[in-house]
């Protein structure tokens, strides 16, 4: 890293929307942030450097260029995402940016009348950030669970084991270290019935995914057996 503006590729790569410095070290960190790109905030012996918003990409986004398309997501827990895409008129690449792994799967979810309480809204002008990026001018929203998932609603999650997932042959890295995906409305509509999906009158389609670790069944299946094995000691 610089210090400086040039750094903001990076932050933006990475999901950082916060830099600190600390002040009272004998060789404090020379940032140079400007205030096009940051705001700053000084408390106390720490300065604080934040991204302005119009300059911070959210944790999922589409990559075309489809400025009627809709994307909310919301984090249920560390292991599953569910998404809502809405006006979804082409093949285009829906990016995770997180770690890759292959163990990320997308599954279609039936429609569930998805609600969103606003988290964070993100109104992406790709022209606000470097020739690294090309993405969707879309509205993405960031939702916010207010409902803490039980242990035993988490349990369920084990039958993603028996579930298949969607789009895995397209996934790849993107920026570097990120996951990548291509979404095939298409598709959608020649293997999946309507209740999965909504058909509006311009051909486009609605629809719920969800983002899910798969190795996290097998964290619950080893949960259950150690359950029954302490049970039956007793």
């Known amino acids: 890293l610089t210090g400086d503006d040039r750094d903001l590729q990076a932050f933006q790569i990475l999901g950082i929307t916060h830099i600190y410095r600390q002040l009272d070290t004998k060789n404090p ?13 000084t408390f106390g012996k720490i300065e604080v450097y934040e991204i ?52 990320w799967n997308l599954y279609v979810d039936k429609k569930q009348g998805y609600s969103c309480d606003v988290y964070e809204n993100y109104e992406i002008d790709f022209k606000n950030f470097t020739d690294r990026f090309s993405g969707s001018n879309s509205k993405n929203i960031e939702c916010f669970d207010k409902k803490t998932e ?14 298949k997932p969607v789009f895995n042959e397209t996934q790849k890295v993107v920026y570097g270290y990120a996951n990548g995906w291509v979404i095939d409305p298409e598709y959608i509509k020649e293997n999946f019935t309507k209740d999965k999906y909504h058909e509006n009158p311009d051909g486009s389609i609605d629809l719920e995914l969800s983002l899910y670790f798969r190795p996290q069944s097998y964290f619950y299946i080893g949960l259950i057996i150690s ?5 039956g000691c007793l």
């Open 227 to 231: 359950g029954i094995t302490l049970a």
């Open 52 to 103: 302005k918003k119009d300059y911070v990409l959210p944790k999922i986004f589409l990559s075309e260029n489809q400025d009627d398309a809709e994307v909310s997501f919301r984090k249920i827990n560390p292991s599953k995402y569910v998404i809502k895409i809405d006006h979804l008129q082409m093949s285009t690449g829906l990016n995770f940016l997180y770690t890759i792994d292959k163990n």
């Open 150 to 163: 039980s242990f035993f609603s988490s349990i369920s999650d084990i039958g993603y084991l028996f579930r």
């Open 29 to 41: 960190s020379d940032y140079r942030y400007t205030e096009k790109y940051f705001n700053k905030r």
